[in-house]
Each structure stands twice: as structure tokens, then as C-alpha cells.
């Protein structure tokens, strides 16, 4: 669960940054985000959101990668302040 200074990558901003605290769900779902470079400590901005809500599309290492909102929800990050 989130503490105070952190929250779901679902739940960010369009346009908001933030760095990944902690990935949750299965192995299998775990194994498959690390995969695609969300990993502990990387930096990841909310690029878009599909008309409807889901997918959201991110950018992470200088690439963007559309993820279901369900399994953005199971990613913590602790967001980037916008004066930094």
C-alpha cells in the first residue's frame, strides 16, 4: 500500500513524473514489467491517456510503452515534484 509521499503509477498526472518505489502483483507480471524496464528506481512519465482511460502510455528510458491501467495500479511511485 502507498504511504503518504507515494501513490500508483495509475494515479499520476498526465505529464507528471515519478520513480518507482516497488512493482506488485505475480511473478509472471512482475517478471514481464522488470522486462520492459520498469524497474526499481527508473523514472517514468505519464505521456497519455487513451481516450476512454485505458491504456495509459509512459515513457521510460527515452521509449514509450502502453500499459493496462490494472497493471499501472500495481506499480508504486513516489512523484517528481514539478519545481525540481
Known sequence: MPDETSTTLDRLARGRSGVIVRIGGDRALRRRLLDMGLV????????????????????????????????????????????S
Open 40 to 83: 526499481q528506481g527508473e523514472t517514468v512519465t505519464l505521456a497519455a491517456v487513451a481516450p476512454l482511460g485505458d491504456p495509459i502510455e509512459l515513457t521510460v528510458k527515452g521509449y514509450h510503452l502502453s500499459l493496462r491501467r490494472s497493471e499501472a495500479r500495481l506499480i508504486e511511485v513516489e512523484p517528481i515534484n514539478a519545481a
